[in-house]
């Protein structure tokens, strides 16, 4: 059974920063792109960003110039380094695992809460 792991939300003020990390297991890590989601109440679950393999990334607009995705294939695990938060950045931020060849193949953590508020 693949596992993916969420970690490192909190509570943070405006313009604060934290890093969200997903250790996976179970899985051939270097098989999937990797990425970031979240939902915030009442809204529909939304992109932030995501990471191949060989490193190429894509992210958000709403997130761009702020936000950083990597990871390590060595240790499974894939990072989401938030920089410059925003009110609006408050979500439940999910991890996500997609095989790069058979797509619909596709696994989820179990997400972890970033509240930005002052």
């Known amino acids: 059974q693949v596992h993916l792991v969420d970690s490192g939300g909190g509570l943070v003020q405006p313009g604060g920063s934290l890093r969200l990390s997903c250790a996976t297991s179970?899985?051939?890590?270097?098989?999937?792109?990797m990425g970031w989601y979240r939902q915030a109440p009442g809204k529909q679950r939304e992109l932030v960003a995501t990471?191949?393999?060989?490193?190429?990334?894509n992210y958000a607009d709403f997130v761009k110039g702020r936000f950083t995705i990597s990871r390590d294939n060595a240790k499974n695990t894939v990072y989401l380094q938030m920089n410059s938060l925003k009110p609006e950045d408050t979500a439940v931020y999910y991890c996500?695992?997609?095989?790069?060849?058979?797509?619909?193949?596709?696994?989820w953590g179990q997400g972890t809460q970033v509240t930005v508020s002052s």
């Open positions: 990471i191949t393999s060989g490193g190429s990334t």
């Open positions: 179970r899985m051939i890590f270097s098989n999937y792109v």
């Open positions: 996500n695992a997609q095989h790069q060849i058979v797509t619909n193949v596709n696994y």
